[in-house]
C-alpha cells in the first residue's frame, strides 16, 4: 500500500464526510497506517492535512507521552543557557 495513493484517496473522500466526522476518520486512518507499520514520520511527511496532523499528534501524546515531555526539557534547558 502506498501512502501516495492513501493520501490523495483521502484528499477525496474528506470532503465527502460530514465536518465533524473528520476528525474521527483521521485517527481510524492514522490508527490503521500505524497498525499496518508505517512510520509516523512517513505519515506526516504523506499528509498535508490538519486533521491527519491532529490525530498524529494525538497519538504520540497516547502513545509516547515521555518523549513529548523530555523534549520539552532539552527545550527549557536550551532557554536557560540563553540567559
Given at each position: 500500500?502506498?501512502?501516495?495513493?492513501?493520501?490523495?484517496?483521502?484528499?477525496?473522500?474528506?470532503?465527502?464526510?460530514?465536518?465533524?466526522?473528520?476528525?474521527?476518520?483521521?485517527?481510524?486512518?492514522?490508527?490503521?497506517?500505524?497498525?499496518?507499520?508505517?512510520?509516523?514520520?512517513?505519515?506526516?511527511?504523506?499528509?498535508?492535512?490538519k486533521e491527519?496532523?491532529?490525530?498524529?499528534?494525538?497519538?504520540?501524546?497516547?502513545?509516547?507521552?515521555?518523549?513529548?515531555?523530555?523534549?520539552?526539557?532539552?527545550?527549557?534547558?536550551?532557554?536557560?543557557?540563553?540567559?
Amino acid at each position: 500500500m502506498s501512502l501516495i495513493i492513501v493520501s490523495e484517496v483521502w484528499d477525496v473522500l474528506r470532503d465527502h464526510l460530514d465536518f465533524s466526522s473528520r476528525s474521527d476518520a483521521a485517527d481510524a486512518l492514522v490508527n490503521l497506517l500505524i497498525d499496518n507499520n508505517f512510520e509516523i514520520d512517513e505519515i506526516k511527511d504523506a499528509f498535508k492535512d490538519k486533521e491527519i496532523t491532529a490525530a498524529l499528534k494525538g497519538y504520540t501524546d497516547e502513545h509516547f507521552p515521555d518523549e513529548e515531555y523530555e523534549e520539552d526539557e532539552e527545550y527549557d534547558d536550551d532557554q536557560d543557557k540563553d540567559w
